[in-house]
């Protein structure tokens, strides 16, 4: 069976969830799914409201009675224990970390702190107020981490399953190595309901615009160049930000506590195929571009340190064993993407501030 929004897995009657790196783009996507699917639930967001972090992407949200929102730091151990005991959390999906990898570079310290550190935090609080709650067989801990932790893959060989040797390759993969384990951990030793998750490159609203696809649907419309790293053949296997919602949605009502799933788009696309695929919808779906066509925007810069060639996910365990698979093409995706990027200026036009400007500097000019 494949489960759709309107058909939600079997579920207790109402969840508490603490819903750490919610106002971040993966994690505020989920919180808007899960409002919408089951509005009884409680939902705790806790945020530490860094560069990427955004109070705008949950602010349709603020009015309800069953929202909360916290602006705090997950390796605040006080802070941790006392929101799980406040609003009596059975459910905890752990979004909140440090993810690019081009910062990672520049500044691995602040990477080592949350994605280590603080998932180390949230493990041992939520430990403790597990074990305290009667150790109930319904709770759950949702860790969700990156493909990027298996390494790179070579053209031709086989997708990254859920049994793959970890080989990270960057401070940011190996930080989120260290948390998967950690996780892994939790579960063996002290039999801690943990679920790992490992998706590849998502995409959607609320992304923030240092990442590739918001950084060129930007940039066209600004009409500045679009960089792409060395030849522009690396692969990624591209997942629509909705989907992968689902997916989380399913794996914390139907997964088994100690798996690890998988969850890819389907999509392996060349990152200048994908370049050259947004310019494409933008001359389509944006009549006033002040250079068109955009493709001629785009320029090659000097590759990155470490840059994985290729990450390609098999989600056919998540498939065959909890009925997920993903609903959006790439170009499908795309175009909601651009969509909302196109109607949603408001939103990323603060987020060009002076820091950001020199951050971009240093990266690609």
């Known amino acids: 069976m494949i489960y759709s929004q309107q058909e939600p897995p079997t579920r207790r009657e ?17 919180v808007h799914h899960w409002c919408e699917q089951y509005p009884n639930d409680r939902v705790v967001v806790l945020d530490a409201l860094t560069y990427a972090g955004n109070r705008q992407n949950l602010a349709d949200l603020t009015h309800l009675d069953n929202f909360r929102f916290v602006h705090g730091d997950i390796c605040d151990r006080p802070l941790i224990d006392s929101l799980l005991q406040e609003e009596a959390i059975n459910t905890v999906a752990h ?21 280590v550190v603080g998932t180390f935090t949230l493990l041992e609080s939520f430990r403790n107020h597990w074990e305290k709650g009667g150790k109930l067989e319904s709770d759950r801990f949702l860790h969700v981490s990156t493909d990027e932790v298996y390494g790179s893959l070579g053209p031709d060989e086989h997708a990254f399953t859920e049994t793959t040797p ?3 390759n960057s401070p940011y993969s190996a930080s989120k190595a ?3 384990h950690l996780a892994r951990a939790y579960y063996h030793t002290y039999g801690l309901p943990t679920i ?8 959607g609203p609320y992304h923030f615009p240092e990442k590739l696809i918001p950084l060129m649907c930007i940039n066209i419309l600004l009409g500045k160049s679009l960089p792409v790293y060395g030849d522009g053949q690396n692969i990624r296997d591209w997942l629509y930000v909705g989907d992968h919602c689902r997916a989380l949605d399913i794996v914390i009502h139907k997964g088994q506590p100690g798996e690890t799933y998988n969850i890819g788009g389907n999509n392996e696309v060349k990152n200048i195929d994908l370049v050259n695929k947004l310019c494409e919808l933008m001359n389509e779906l944006a009549p006033d571009l002040p250079i068109r066509p955009a493709q001629k925007l785009i320029t090659f810069v000097k590759d990155r340190p470490g840059h994985d060639r290729r990450y390609a996910i098999d ?3 998540i498939r065959t064993e909890l009925g997920w698979i ?8 795309l175009r909601h ?14 987020l060009l501030s002076q820091e950001y400007q020199a951050y971009y500097r240093q990266v690609y000019v």
């Open 95 to 115: 979004f909140a970390a440090e993810s690019h990898v081009d910062r990672s570079i520049l500044g691995p310290d602040a990477f080592v702190r949350t994605n």
């Open 14 to 30: 109402q969840d508490r969830l603490l819903v750490t790196g919610g106002a971040g783009f993966i994690g505020s996507n989920f």
């Open 315 to 317: 989600a056919s365990k």
């Open 337 to 350: 993407t651009i969509e909302w990027y196109l109607t949603h200026r408001d939103w990323w036009q603060p």
């Open 166 to 168: 970890y080989a990270p």
């Open 196 to 203: 790992i998750t490992n998706c590849s490159n998502n995409y």
């Open 178 to 180: 260290g948390s998967d």
């Open 326 to 333: 993903p609903a959006e093409t790439v170009e499908g995706g």
